[in-house]
């Protein structure tokens, strides 16, 4: 007499063990412990050694049954993956889970020097930074703070730094924050130059050797914080070398000492108490025909002078000679 064998037993769905969801960082899990009724292998979409950032990964789990079982009757989607959606079709050992996206790589602002603003002269506009190039990882979009700019200069949400100074200052530091979408933020600290006075009326001006009048300068710093001037680093004497005066102030160097430079470009300085204005200045030879000449083409024309007036008193004589001839031979 001949039984018959025994139908296998649909495997029991439920949940898959052993799959641990997707880390940045982390290496993903590359077998599983299966159960007495199925052997289980895992493979990863995208494959690669450890998980990546802001990624999207799929595990393919497949089921195999042991000896007496079967994947038919397994319904479709009865299987479940921790931390993942997971569908299977019926009758089918074939699962696929589903995860979330991978976290975003760590907010990360990394300075630069060209994040600094150079040196500043009050109330002119600064050439504008952006410092949104420093950003990376985190969660779109960025917003970007600061504190410790100086008065009238910002910054932007979108990272760049502008506006023109109303007040002078010392360099000094500001911090500037970012902040992203999930709010993660991150500092780095910039450096600004000092904000100086500026020279608003007189800079590049020439002066003639020769010319008996001077050079006016005016800085738009208060005549109440002048201190010094100095030309080419070396300072000079008030009433001597120059004159101040209020309005906002005004330096008046005198022909006197500027016969004292030479031919080109000078440096000029108007300090105050809290800041200096620069400005530059030329020395600069005659031009034919001015009036104004050096030293030496002044005594090259003396010369010329002398002899062209001996030459003309010569003729002179020598005219009123003839004349006085012809009168007396009438």
């Known amino acids: 007499?001949?039984?018959?064998?025994?139908?296998?037993?649909?495997?029991?769905?439920?949940?898959?063990?052993?799959?641990?969801?997707?880390?940045?960082?982390?290496?993903?899990?590359?077998?599983?412990?299966?159960?007495?009724?199925?052997?289980?292998?895992?493979?990863?979409?995208?494959?690669?050694?450890?998980?990546a950032y802001s990624t999207?990964?799929?595990?393919?789990?497949?089921?195999?049954?042991?000896?007496?079982?079967?994947?038919?009757?397994?319904?479709?989607?009865?299987?479940?993956?921790?931390?993942?959606?997971?569908?299977?079709?019926?009758?089918?050992?074939v699962i696929t889970a589903t995860f979330p996206i991978t976290a975003a790589p760590p907010l990360t602002f990394t300075n630069s020097s060209s994040f600094d603003i150079p040196t500043m002269t009050l109330n002119t506009a600064i050439a504008s930074i952006s410092v949104a190039g420093g950003v990376s990882g985190g969660t779109l979009p960025y917003t970007f703070t600061a504190i410790g700019l100086p008065a009238g200069i910002s910054i932007s949400s979108t990272g760049v730094i502008s506006g023109a100074p109303t007040a002078v200052g010392l360099a000094s530091t500001a911090t500037i924050t970012v902040t992203d979408g999930a709010m993660n933020t991150d500092s780095i600290t910039i450096a600004y130059g000092a904000i100086n006075?500026?020279?608003?009326?007189?800079?590049?001006?020439?002066?003639?050797?020769?010319?008996?009048?001077?050079?006016?300068?005016?800085?738009?710093?208060?005549?109440?914080d002048f201190v010094d001037v100095k030309v080419d680093g070396v300072l000079l004497t008030l009433g001597v070398d120059y004159t101040a005066v209020t309005g906002s102030t005004?330096?008046?160097?005198?022909?006197?000492?500027?016969?004292?430079?030479?031919?080109?470009?000078?440096?000029?300085?108007?300090?105050?108490?809290?800041?200096?204005?620069?400005?530059q200045f030329t020395i600069g030879a005659?031009?034919?025909?001015?009036?104004?000449?050096?030293?030496?083409?002044?005594?090259?024309?003396?010369?010329?002078?002398?002899?062209?007036?001996?030459i003309a008193s010569t003729l002179l004589v020598a005219g009123g000679f003839v004349f006085a001839r012809k009168k007396f031979a009438k």
């Open 197 to 224: 006075y500026a020279v608003i009326a007189g800079s590049g001006s020439t002066w003639i050797i020769g010319s008996t009048s001077g050079l006016s300068f005016t800085a738009n710093g208060d005549f109440t």
């Open 56 to 93: 999207v990964y799929i595990a393919t789990i497949t089921i195999t049954p042991t000896t007496g079982f079967t994947l038919t009757g397994v319904a479709a989607n009865s299987f479940t993956v921790a931390g993942a959606t997971a569908t299977n079709p019926a009758n089918s050992g």
């Open 286 to 310: 005659s031009a034919p025909g001015t009036g104004f000449f050096s030293q030496t083409e002044g005594e090259g024309r003396v010369a010329v002078g002398i002899i062209v007036t001996a």
């Open 1 to 51: 007499m001949t039984t018959d064998p025994t139908p296998p037993t649909t495997i029991t769905p439920g949940a898959i063990s052993g799959v641990t969801a997707p880390v940045a960082g982390a290496t993903p899990v590359s077998s599983l412990p299966g159960t007495a009724e199925y052997t289980a292998t895992i493979s990863w979409s995208p494959a690669g050694a450890t998980f």
């Open 250 to 279: 005004v330096i008046m160097l005198l022909s006197e000492y500027l016969a004292t430079l030479g031919a080109g470009t000078h440096n000029i300085e108007i300090i105050f108490v809290n800041g200096v204005a620069y400005a």
